[in-house]
């Protein structure tokens, strides 16, 4: 049980084009869930989190405008890279927690790649 | 502030050398600490909840233990396959419940 998934694994797009990456919950209902960002040999810096109906919560120094992040339905949320450019570039993870436990459970990552 | 600090950054280990891995930690009411595994691109995987002191959970090789100030997860007769980064994570009580991550430690068994 607990299984997230996250679609697309891998993304490439032009400068300046949106990306939308989706990530559901798919055994479980996620009341909350969260968006990171990883470099290469970093951890994890979390970006955001929302709540299922809710506007998102963004970490200090994160571009609300530029990360849209939706969390409409309590099985689905979604992570919009607006008018993406390569520094953008990097491994993005969601992950999602139900209201019966205290642990969040993550989805594989997708790697976004902007040229 | 939460605050988690992981050690070491990196350990080398013999297959079959038996070792610890360290999570210290300060947060005001601890609600749980968590461990996961994470695989070169991918996401991390959840190994354990720990929720208060005193308190141990196994699984195959692994074994975690938890303290008011610290947690260790114990790994018994290593294999390669259980190379990646441990992340050691906590999350308070009240408030947001937002979880804090420490920064890894980065395994590598050798055969």
């Known amino acids: 049980g607990a299984v997230v998934s996250q679609h697309p694994s891998w993304v490439i797009c032009k400068s300046g084009t949106s990306v939308k990456i989706e990530c559901r919950s798919l055994d479980f209902q996620a009341t909350t869930m969260f968006w990171y960002r990883q470099f290469p040999k970093q951890s994890l810096m979390l970006m955001a989190t929302?709540?299922?109906?809710?506007?998102?919560?963004?970490e200090q120094g994160v571009e609300k405008d530029k990360f849209l992040i939706n969390h409409a339905s309590l099985t689905l949320s979604t992570l919009t890279v607006t008018s993406a450019h390569p520094e953008d570039s990097s491994f993005y993870i969601c992950?999602?927690?139900?209201?019966?436990?205290?642990?969040?459970?993550f989805g594989p990552g997708t790697r976004l790649t902007v040229l | 502030e939460d605050q988690v600090t992981q050690s070491p950054e990196a350990l080398r280990l013999q297959e079959g050398e038996s070792s610890s891995l360290n999570c210290s930690y300060t947060v005001s009411g601890l609600r749980g600490l968590f461990w996961y595994r994470q695989d070169p691109g991918k996401g991390p995987e959840f190994l354990f909840t720990?929720?208060?002191a005193g308190e141990e959970k196994e699984k195959e090789r692994l074994k975690a233990t938890l303290t008011k100030k610290e947690s260790f997860l114990h790994i018994t007769a290593p294999k390669p396959e259980d190379s990646a980064t441990y992340l050691c994570?906590?999350?308070?009580?009240?408030?947001?419940?937002?979880?804090?991550f420490g920064r890894g430690t980065s395994l590598i068994v050798h055969p």
């Open positions: 992950s999602a927690r139900g209201s019966s436990f205290t642990e969040q459970f």
């Open positions: 929302s709540n299922e109906g809710s506007k998102a919560t963004y």
């Open positions: 994570a906590v999350q308070a009580g009240g408030g947001s419940y937002i979880p804090t």
């Open positions: 720990l929720y208060s």
